[in-house]
């Protein structure tokens, strides 16, 4: 597995700036998310939190690395772009207290604003959550497991978005929860649709495997582009089946950002055709579907149909 990270350069940089990303010192990077401003302003908040309790207006959107493996077809970042190698990388501890004071940072502009609701506020500057899944794969950053125990020491839970590619990594960590992204049921739609730099299919169903065996909780989540990847409910559910996962999301590809130079419009599926999959997927797993959140046109699944939140003080 190659390990290499990155500095970031001049048109990268300024690619994810135009996106609302802010580098946080030499190769991790936080933004705040379009939920975290509709909740501050009382408009709505993430599915994840429907489906997990996350509180929108706490939660830290993160990552530890800017580059990936994998340059999935549906991806909003900017693949595009290449990243020069470094070599000299920053701590866990640096990485935690910088991500959490740009945070802060960030909230200092809604405090001016007549729709912010002034007690959400006054919350958000204790964030209580961080998504380790902002851009990049995260498992490329060889402290990890330390960079989540700087955030549990803070008294922050942890979610880490994975797509599967280091399984090595995986053993290591003990996140809040651990996402794996599984967005083909086989071998061939997985390259066409997820690019990867290497052979990494076999990654893939060994790290399913080790999600079987964790002990922390376990989420796959299933990406799902019209004409690409959108079919073979039973090779997904055989797939996911390695994993015994707590959750399974199916969720539609979303037409942002740089997938619009890539994809059309109409790649990304209705919240029913999402739903009618989710359903196939369920049946075949004998899972049931707990919630569905269709502005966001996702479907969770869990094993008794219930769901199981976070609680925080």
């Known amino acids: 597995m190659d390990n290499q990270l990155h500095f970031v350069s001049t048109d990268y940089t300024s690619a994810l700036k ?27 908040v993430c599915y994840k939190s429907i489906f997990y309790g996350i509180q929108s207006h706490r939660c830290i959107q993160m990552t530890p690395v800017l580059n990936c493996n994998q340059s999935c077809r549906y991806c909003w970042r900017p693949i595009e772009i290449p990243v020069p190698e470094i070599t000299e990388l920053d701590s866990p501890s640096e ?21 912010t609701d002034m007690q959400k506020l006054k919350e958000a500057q204790n964030p209580k959550h961080v998504a380790i899944s902002l851009i990049g794969e995260p498992t490329l950053y ?22 599967g590619t280091n399984p090595e990594m995986l053993k290591k960590i003990n996140p ?14 997985y390259i066409k649709t997820c690019n990867p730099m290497q052979e990494y299919w076999n990654k893939i169903t060994e790290s399913l495997k080790i999600l079987q065996d964790t002990k922390t909780r376990t989420a796959i989540r299933v990406t799902l582009v019209k004409g690409l990847n959108m079919f073979n409910t039973i090779g997904y559910a055989n797939l996911i089946k390695i994993a015994n996962p707590d959750f399974v999301e199916v969720k539609a590809y979303m037409h942002l950002g740089y997938s619009r130079k890539r994809l059309s419009r109409d790649a990304m599926p209705l919240h029913s055709e999402v ?36 609680c925080y003080s």
């Open 18 to 44: 135009k996106q609302g990303y802010h580098i946080v010192g030499r190769h991790s990077a936080v933004k705040t998310c379009l939920w975290l401003n509709k909740s501050l302003r009382k408009e709505g």
């Open 142 to 163: 060889p402290y990890l497991p330390e960079l989540i125990n700087e955030f549990h020491k803070r008294h922050k839970t942890t979610f880490v978005v994975t797509n």
């Open 95 to 115: 990485i935690a207290d910088w991500v959490i004071k740009e945070q802060l940072r960030l909230l200092t502009g809604y405090g001016g604003s007549k729709t």
């Open 275 to 310: 739903y009618d999959f989710a359903e196939n997927i369920a049946n075949a797993l004998d899972y049931k579907i707990a919630c569905d959140v269709e502005i966001s046109r996702v479907v969770l699944l869990t094993k008794n149909g219930t769901i199981q939140r976070l």
């Open 176 to 189: 809040t929860q651990l996402y794996m992204s599984l967005n083909a049921p086989d071998r061939e739609t």
